[in-house]
Structure formats: structure tokens, C-alpha cells
């Protein structure tokens, strides 16, 4: 699928189950992962999904983490700061309206932060998966600005065409637009088919 890592940062906006079932699905699959939780990202972990530790997200994501190398966002010098480390894109998921503030300004104050800084400059894909409701004024620039510097914004906004009975569906939805979008060949998620439509004035 791909040699290089996915740099997959989750942050702190609500979704965090959307970052969780990402990872799960990577490190199921032994896709190379380099993952960054910020503090607020722990917490949102905790709260939504009961997850406090890096070592409870571990065993919630399957428990095998030989491709994943986690690395704390508080250092900078870290190698998904580097633009010499090839990597195979990033993905900011859970995406905070903060978190895409500071990549649409360029401040680089953490290791999230200068990651999507270093996936730009190196013209990678970075995709941001934000979930913000409803949004600002300043949300709406700032998600132009960082789509303007050449980011990819994937709202935590599934689709219903599929009638979806689980709130997993809801996720894997989303899940799959993001694999897609890396051009990772895996399926987790029905697909459009033409049919689901059939019944619509």
C-alpha cells in the first residue's frame, strides 16, 4: 500500500472515534503509521471514547501497533518534523477549529502543528478532518486559507444514502473518504451505487 508512514495526528475537536476507527484500520492493515495525540486530543479520547492512556488506545485499535511509532507532540524536533523524512501525507484527524488556525497561520508551536507545516511546504497531501458546528466567520477563512496553501478539508459530515443503522456505519463513512483520499486501497464502507437513489422524486 505504501512504504513511507501516514502521519496521523489526532487533536482536540469532537470526533475523536473518527481518528480512533483510522487508526485501527491502519494498523490492522500494517499501513506505517507515525502518530501524534496532543493533550487536548488525550482528553477528547477520554471523554468520548474512554481512552486515557497510549496504551488503552493501543489495545482499542486492535492491540498491534508493529507499523505505528508514537511520538509526543510537545517535541518539535521529532521526525515528522523534518521535511527530509518522506512521508505518505498526513491527516489531522479529529481536526480542531485551533489546530487549523495554526496551520492556516503557519506557527508551527508544536510537533501537529509543524508536521502540517512540513506537509505543505513538501507539497504532500494533508487532509484535515474537522468537526465544528455551526461555524464562524474565522472558521470559514481559515479552512479557505489552509485549502488555498494546498490542504484537503474532509468535514466530519457523513452521508445517509447508504441508510446507515450504527453510529460504526456513521464513522466508517467518513473513515473511508479519508483512505480514499490518501489513495489507500482498502474498503471498509458501502459505496454509491446508484440504486440507493432509485426511490427519490
Known amino acids: 500500500m505504501t512504504r513511507h508512514p501516514v502521519v496521523l495526528a489526532l487533536t482536540g475537536a469532537s470526533g475523536a472515534p473518527y481518528g480512533v476507527r483510522l487508526l485501527e484500520v491502519l494498523a490492522r492493515r500494517q499501513v506505517p503509521v507515525w502518530l501524534i495525540t ?59 477549529m485551533g489546530t487549523v488556525a495554526a496551520i492556516a497561520g503557519g506557527t508551527s508551536r508544536s510537533l501537529v502543528e509543524r508536521s502540517a507545516d512540513v506537509t ?3 507539497r504532500r497531501k494533508l487532509i484535515l478532518v474537522p468537526r465544528e458546528t455551526p461555524l464562524s466567520l474565522v472558521h470559514l477563512r481559515n479552512l479557505v486559507a489552509v485549502t488555498e496553501a494546498g490542504a484537503i478539508v474532509i468535514p466530519a459530515s457523513p452521508g445517509f444514502y447508504h441508510r446507515p443503522g450504527t453510529v460504526a456505519e456513521l464513522v466508517d463513512f467518513i473513515v473511508q473518504r479519508v483512505l480514499d483520499q490518501l489513495e489507500i486501497d482498502i474498503e471498509i464502507a458501502r459505496r454509491w451505487t446508484g440504486d440507493e437513489g432509485a426511490g427519490l422524486a
Open 120 to 122: 505543505l511546504k513538501e
Open 38 to 96: 496532543s493533550g487536548h486530543g488525550m482528553r477528547l479520547l477520554r471523554d468520548e471514547c474512554g481512552i486515557d492512556t497510549i496504551e488503552t488506545l493501543r489495545a482499542a485499535t486492535g492491540g498491534d501497533w508493529s507499523s505505528v511509532t508514537s511520538f509526543p507532540d510537545g517535541d518539535r524536533g521529532a521526525l515528522p518534523a523534518s521535511g527530509s523524512q518522506r512521508t505518505h501525507g498526513m491527516v489531522v484527524c479529529p481536526c480542531s
